[in-house]
């Protein structure tokens, strides 16, 4: 497998500290809000990479960290506690906001058939590792006290910024522009690995340590939790492109000072879901969540397709036009596969086996998922019987995740009881297959049929307060949620 890494910024041969075993962190959500659509689509790609690692033979274990405590509004360490706003906003404890939106972010991902990692570690759980990891470096040089707080020192490393071309000049004493001032820095690119005295008289969540009682800064929290749950070498660092500076350039200075070694070699990062006027983000009001696709009419898995049928490495722009045509392409397929018989041939493993190599090749060239989704028409167009083409596309949606044969087996049952739905008399029900309000239609028909108009009329109203519309027609009716 080939996989783009953005610390070498090229295509690189995927490779493990372990043969056959992959140790995998993913940066979590912080858990103030809902996930906008925006934050899943890394989720979403990080997923499909996970389970690609799976299906090509990999032992996988995957850690994410639950951010509920140290983020700020500034990644630069400025500006207010993410946490703290929420629970404001809401009027909640900041451990009722975080219990509240991790499991909201964790329904999310069901909807839309991310896995859950195999580790999933809230940043408040870990504090003696921060502390452990803080002391080390203070005791190394590589950290230093002011105003109260720990600093990360960057002037001590031969190269700080791994991701980005810098000039020298950019380590300089001072900030950047774009952010408030922090004194306390000696040199503009110096970080918080832990807070002592907080600018927030009201800070919510504080713990001891050897400089006074404080909370870890943002950055320390993946460092602490990897090295927990990982350990010392870390094959596959995750997360959206916005996090590579400074976030992760930050959890490799300090991770790398520590354990005095390289950390991780491979880095993988999710460009931006984009609308019309620029990056999706919360601060600009453009919030749209699952629940709200779902209000809209649409299938969550309606909107992974729509993602897969990008490359992770470029951005993607939303629109409810390109998620409409999302739509139709996911209701076609399903069509087409439940189309499909079952019954139709043994499976031949031979050309199973044939059709895997080819999704192993396309989709291991820098998890190209487009061709992982073309790969599902190659199948169906496939020269062999529906059931070797059905396994085929079971195999492929280990990694794509689309509910495919479970979708089109609903299909083929909703069909099947339609088809069926018929009085002795030739009187034909046409609906969505609930076998209850074919009854309810067919007892009107009989009413009618009775002449008893009043019952007749009683079990229309009776479906139109259940949001059904019905349509007599020629020898039947037909009828609809709407």
């Known amino acids: 497998m080939k996989l783009y890494n953005s610390l070498t910024r090229r295509k690189d ?28 689509r890394s989720y979403i790609m990080e997923d499909v990479l996970e389970k690609f690692l799976r299906y090509s033979g990999y032992d996988v274990n995957r850690v994410m960290n639950i951010t509920d405590v140290g983020h700020l509004a500034s990644d630069a360490d400025t500006g207010e506690d993410k946490m703290l706003k929420g629970a404001k906003r809401e009027h909640k404890t900041v451990m009722e906001i975080a219990q509240y939106y991790t499991d909201a972010f964790f329904s999310d991902c069901e909807k839309l058939n991310i896995k859950r990692p195999d580790v999933v570690q809230p940043a408040t759980g870990c504090i003696d590792e921060y ?25 001590k490393l031969d190269r700080y910024y791994v991701f980005n071309d ?32 907080s600018k927030f008289e009201d800070q919510a969540l504080k713990w001891d340590s050897p400089w006074g009682v404080g909370y870890p800064g ?56 984009n609308t019309n006027s620029g990056k999706m983000s ?7 969540t699952v629940s709200l696709l779902e209000e809209k009419g649409y299938d969550p898995l309606v909107y992974r397709l729509f993602c897969l049928q990008s490359h992770y490495r470029k ?16 209701n076609k397929l399903l069509k087409r596969v439940a189309a499909l018989k079952p019954e139709d041939g043994e499976v031949d493993e031979a050309v199973v086996a044939e059709y895997r190599q080819k999704f192993l090749d396309q989709v291991g060239n ?40 479970k979708k089109a087996e609903e299909l083929r049952k909703q069909a099947a009881a339609q088809a069926k739905t018929e009085s002795a008399g030739g009187y034909t029900i046409t609906g969505e297959g609930d076998s209850a309000i074919d009854e309810l239609v067919l007892r009107r028909y009989e009413a009618k049929k009775a002449k008893n108009w009043a019952e007749a009329d009683a079990i229309r109203d009776q479906l139109k307060g259940m949001g059904i519309e019905l349509t007599d027609v020629p020898g039947g009716a037909v009828w609809k949620r709407v």
């Open 218 to 273: 943002w950055h320390i929290e993946c460092s602490g939790i990897s090295m927990k749950y990982n350990g010392e070498y870390l094959d596959l660092h995750c997360g959206g492109i916005d996090n590579a500076f400074p976030h992760h350039t930050n959890e490799i200075a300090q991770s790398e000072s520590f354990l005095g070694h390289p950390w991780c070699p491979q880095w993988f990062h999710v460009h931006h879901l």
């Open 282 to 288: 919360k601060s600009k009001g453009e919030f749209l």
């Open 166 to 197: 810098h000039d020298e000049e950019d380590l300089a004493v001072g900030v950047r522009d774009s952010v408030e001032e922090d004194q306390n820095k000696r040199n503009k690119a110096d970080f918080v690995l832990w807070f002592t005295k």
């Open 366 to 405: 820098d998890l190209n998922t487009s061709m992982g989704v073309t790969a599902l028409y190659d199948a169906l167009k496939a020269k062999t019987n529906d059931a070797t083409r059905l396994a085929i596309l079971a195999d492929f949606d280990q990694v794509l995740s689309l509910d495919l044969l």
């Open 131 to 155: 502390i452990q990891i803080v002391s080390t470096l203070l005791d190394k040089g590589y950290a230093y006290l002011a105003g109260g707080n720990v600093y990360f020192d960057t002037s």
């Open 315 to 330: 951005g993607l722009v939303f629109s409810w036009e390109n998620l409409d045509n999302a739509k139709v392409t996911y």
């Open 13 to 40: 041969e995927f490779q493990t500290h372990t043969p056959g075993h992959v140790e995998m962190y993913t940066c979590g959500p912080t858990v103030y809000h809902f996930a906008h659509i925006g934050n899943l």
